[in-house]
């Protein structure tokens, strides 16, 4: 089929060019780019079946490699040793030596792996504890905080009315201490003002005594003459007041 349509995709530009050569002599000149393009598609048709048969031969040479390094081994020099000693032909042979090899293998890692094995479960086993460990304080701790926050949350209202109540037990004291101060201000005021009036009383009543004291002693200095008509008049005035009594 690729053989059949390289053929016609080759065919196809000499069919074209000779009708446009037949045709008009003027188109000659188009005639060849088409005839190349078309020459060019028929190397690209040729060359894809090609790439795809080199893809398909990859696949085959690596398994033909594969199969000689199997050839190789089966007829190597320590097989043919296992087949001697064993009396088995070199499949058998190839085989056995390929399963002695496995255990080999397997032995080996064991031998290795049963020293590291059990310090890296123990390493391993620490490890996990340790993160248990801290898992369980971290979850010990944030229970506790949480056991807090709600004996907290539980006692806010107590508290709420404690504080109300020491707010008015306050403003009641700051209340009386305020109108003690008060009373005792107007005490002292008083007080005060007692003193100075009992003092301004004080005062007056020497400044009395004084004054009553220059007095009498300004009269006793003083002659006191009384007229005759006014000694008349005052026997009239007591002979009269006998007269009216009897």
Do not use: C
Request: net charge negative; glycine share 4%; proline share 2%.
């Amino acid at each position: 089929a690729s053989t059949a349509a390289a053929w016609a995709l080759t065919a196809a530009p000499a069919i074209q060019t000779e009708s446009h050569s037949t045709a008009a002599p003027a188109d000659g000149e188009s005639a060849k780019p088409q005839g190349e393009s078309k020459e060019a598609e028929t190397k690209a048709g040729q060359e894809v079946p090609e790439k795809k048969a080199e893809k398909a031969e990859k696949p085959e040479k690596k398994e033909d490699a594969t199969e000689a390094l199997t050839d190789t081994l089966r007829h190597s020099t320590a097989v043919k040793a296992i087949g001697r000693l064993t009396g088995l032909d070199a499949e058998k042979a190839y085989w056995l030596s390929t399963v002695l090899n496995f255990l080999i293998v397997v032995v080996v890692l064991w031998l290795l792996l049963r020293k590291m094995l059990p310090a890296a479960f123990r390493n391993r086993t620490e490890s996990i504890q340790k993160r248990i460990e801290e898992a369980r304080r971290t979850s010990e701790d944030a229970r506790q905080r949480l056991s807090g926050v709600e004996e907290r949350l539980g006692r806010l209202d107590a508290e709420i009315a404690q504080m109300r109540s020491d707010a008015e037990a306050s403003g009641k004291a700051d209340e009386e201490r305020v109108m003690k101060a008060a009373e005792d201000e107007r005490r002292r005021i008083v007080d005060a003002a007692q003193q100075e009036i009992a003092m301004a009383a004080s005062a007056a009543q020497r400044e009395l005594r004084a004054f009553v004291a220059d007095l009498a002693v300004d009269l006793a200095e003083k002659k006191i003459t009384v007229a005759k008509t006014a000694d008349q008049a005052l026997v009239r005035e007591f002979t009269a007041r006998l007269g009216k009594e009897q």
